[in-house]
C-alpha cells in the first residue's frame, strides 16, 4: 500500500508542470486542465503491470499530455471557425505557469516570461501543431528530440528542423518587442491618454499598422473583426471607455510587461495587454470573455 501510495504522490506531483505545458501549447488554462484530465485518465486504465513496466512516470505523462494536446491544437482550426471574433490566448498572471527548465543550452531556449506572455502566444498559435510541440516540449521543457519525436511521429532529425524553424519564428519575435522599461513607458502613457480622453495624444502612441483584438467569445460585447489603424483602435479603446463608465482601467503585471485589468468593482471583467516596438504600440490584445479571465478572479 505504502509503494502504491508513493507512486500516486509521484504521478500527481506531476499535475502542475503538466498544466504549465499544457497552456503553452493549447493557450488556454481550461484546456489544459482538461487535458492533464484525460492524461490522468489514461494512466489509472493502465493494468498494474502496465504501469508497473513504466520505468519513468514523468516522462510518460509527459508524452501522452502532450499527445493529447497534439490532437486538440489539430482539431482547433475546425473549433477557431465556430468562435465568435477573434480567437486570443487566455492571459494569465505573470507568475502563474512558470516552470523549472534544464535545458543545457540556455540559447536554446526562450525565457520563461515570455513562454506565458500573450505576444508569444499569438506567434505559436501561427505555428503548426507539430512545430509547436517540438518547440514547447525541447526549448522549454528540455524534452530529447527522441522522445518528441515519438509524440509527433516524426524522426528526430524531421523533429529538431521544426523546433529549429519554431525559434526562428521566436527570435524574430522577440528581437522586434520592447525591453521591459520601455514597453512599460509607453503602456503608462497609453493609461494616462486614455484616462484622459485624449485621442490625438492615444493615437500618437500606436504605430501606423497598429491592430487591436477584442476577444468576447460571444459572451459579451467586443469587436467581431480586428480593428486597423491608430485613429480607428484610439477611438475604439475611448468608445470601450464611454460605454463602461462603472469600469476602471488599472495597471497589472503581465507576463507581457505592464497591462491593464478592467475592473467593476473588485472583479476583473477583462485584461489589455500591449505589444510595443521602436516606441510604439504595434499590438492591442483585449479579452473580455469571462471563460478566460478565471485566473484572474482568484
Known amino acids: 500500500m505504502d509503494a502504491m501510495s508513493d507512486d500516486l504522490d ?51 505523462l509527459t508524452r501522452v499530455a502532450s499527445r493529447v494536446c497534439l490532437d486538440v491544437l489539430k482539431s482547433a482550426r475546425v473549433r477557431r471557425e465556430q468562435y465568435v471574433g477573434p480567437w486570443l490566448p487566455e492571459p494569465v498572471p505573470a507568475d502563474l505557469l512558470l516552470v523549472s527548465s534544464h535545458a543545457p543550452d540556455p540559447a536554446d531556449r526562450v525565457t520563461l516570461d515570455d513562454t506565458v506572455s500573450t505576444a508569444l502566444l499569438v506567434v505559436l498559435d501561427a505555428m503548426t501543431p507539430p512545430e509547436r510541440v ?14 518528441i519525436a515519438d ?48 485621442l490625438g495624444a492615444l493615437a500618437a502612441l500606436l504605430d501606423p499598422s497598429v491592430v487591436l483584438r477584442s476577444d468576447g467569445g460571444g459572451l459579451v460585447s467586443a469587436a467581431l473583426k480586428p480593428v486597423s489603424g491608430p485613429s480607428k483602435v484610439a477611438r475604439f479603446v475611448l468608445g470601450c471607455i464611454d460605454k463602461r463608465p462603472t469600469w476602471r482601467m488599472v495597471e497589472r ?7 491593464f485589468v478592467w475592473l467593476e468593482g473588485e472583479d476583473v471583467l477583462g485584461v489589455i495587454n500591449l505589444q510595443v516596438a521602436d516606441g510604439l504600440v504595434t499590438d492591442v490584445w483585449m479579452v473580455v470573455n469571462p471563460d478566460k479571465l478565471a485566473t484572474w478572479r482568484n
Open 10 to 60: 509521484e504521478v500527481m506531483a506531476e499535475r502542475s508542470r503538466l498544466v504549465a505545458l499544457g497552456y503553452r501549447m493549447l493557450g488556454s488554462v481550461q484546456e489544459a486542465e482538461d487535458a492533464v484530465q484525460e492524461t490522468y485518465l489514461r494512466w489509472y486504465r493502465l493494468g498494474e503491470q502496465e504501469r508497473a513496466a513504466i520505468d519513468t512516470p514523468q516522462a510518460w
Open 134 to 147: 517540438a518547440f514547447v516540449l525541447h526549448d522549454v521543457f528540455a524534452v530529447p528530440f527522441g522522445e
Open 151 to 198: 509524440v509527433v511521429g516524426r524522426s528526430p532529425a524531421a523533429v529538431r528542423q521544426l523546433a529549429s524553424s519554431a525559434r526562428r519564428r521566436v527570435a524574430t519575435h522577440r528581437e522586434s518587442v520592447a525591453a521591459a522599461p520601455e514597453h512599460d513607458a509607453i503602456v503608462r502613457a497609453f493609461g494616462a491618454a486614455a484616462a484622459g480622453g485624449d
Open 253 to 259: 503585471p503581465t507576463a507581457d510587461g505592464l497591462g
